[in-house]
């Protein structure tokens, strides 16, 4: 079992930027590919980002590419998203999740954080 929470989240102008953090409890974090999620009000979550267990492989949505950069820390048992050049549009609750095989999927991640709020106004 792994629990985690993520912080970092805030208000930023568009065109600035945020570090979320997401800490994992327990001693398999590395067993774990990692994801980033997001859910804007009236919308469905949607997949960001994920890493694979150690760190070699990462895939972003087109939406975030070449804007946000998702890393992790085994040793610290934490995940990293780096959101740069943020947009109005980014405004969401991100929520940072694990997963036993790769995948893009809310359905291919076993464990869920709480989520934390990222606005970024205009």
């Known amino acids: 079992q792994v629990q985690l929470e993520e912080s970092g989240g805030g208000l930023v102008q568009a065109g600035g930027s945020l570090r979320l953090s997401c800490a994992a409890s327990?001693?398999?974090?590395?067993?774990?590919?990692m994801g980033w999620f997001r859910q804007a009000p009236g919308k469905e979550r949607e997949f960001v980002a994920r890493?694979?267990?150690?760190?070699?492989?990462?895939y972003y949505a087109n939406s975030v590419e070449g804007r946000f950069t998702i890393s992790r820390d085994n040793a610290k048992n934490t995940v990293y998203l780096q959101m740069n050049s943020l947009k109005p549009e980014d405004t969401a609750v991100y929520c940072c999740?694990?997963?036993?095989?790769?995948?893009?999927?809310?359905?291919?991640?076993?464990?869920w954080g709480q989520g934390t709020q990222v606005t970024v106004s205009s």
């Open positions: 999740a694990a997963a036993g095989w790769r995948g893009t999927r809310v359905s291919d991640y076993d464990y």
């Open positions: 327990g001693r398999t974090f590395t067993r774990y590919t």
């Open positions: 890493i694979t267990t150690s760190g070699a492989s990462t």
